[in-house]
Nanobody, 120 residues
């Protein structure tokens, strides 16, 4: 079983920065697409950023230029560096590990979430 443990959330003023980390158990971390999602109160969970095994990335438009996702396969860890934070970035942030294998199907694992609160 793959386990994901997030850390790094907290309270920050508008314009500030936070770095989220997600440590993943197991020995096939490098094969997963890793993603950061967020869910604000009353809203649907949305994908913020994702990074593939080849380290290509994609971001939701609202965070482009402010957020960087990266991965360290040696440490089984994915990071989300968030700069110029805005109150609308306030949400619970979840780490996701995703993999599709023809023989075994889709594997999706989630962390427990970490709260990010940005004050105006």
């Amino acid at each position: 079983q793959v386990q994901l443990v997030e850390s790094g959330g907290g309270f920050v003023q508008s314009g500030g920065s936070l770095r989220l980390s997600c440590a993943v158990s197991g020995n096939i971390f490098s094969l997963y697409v890793m993603g950061w999602y967020r869910q604000a109160p009353g809203k649907q969970r949305e994908l913020v950023a994702a990074i593939r095994p080849d380290s290509t990335t994609n971001y939701v438009d609202s965070v482009k230029g402010r957020v960087t996702i990266s991965r360290d396969n040696a440490k089984n860890t994915v990071y989300l560096q968030m700069n110029s934070l805005k109150p609308e970035d306030t949400a619970v942030y979840y780490c996701n590990a995703h993999r599709v294998v023809v023989t075994t199907g889709i594997s999706d694992y989630w962390g427990q979430g970490t709260q990010v609160t940005v004050s105006s």
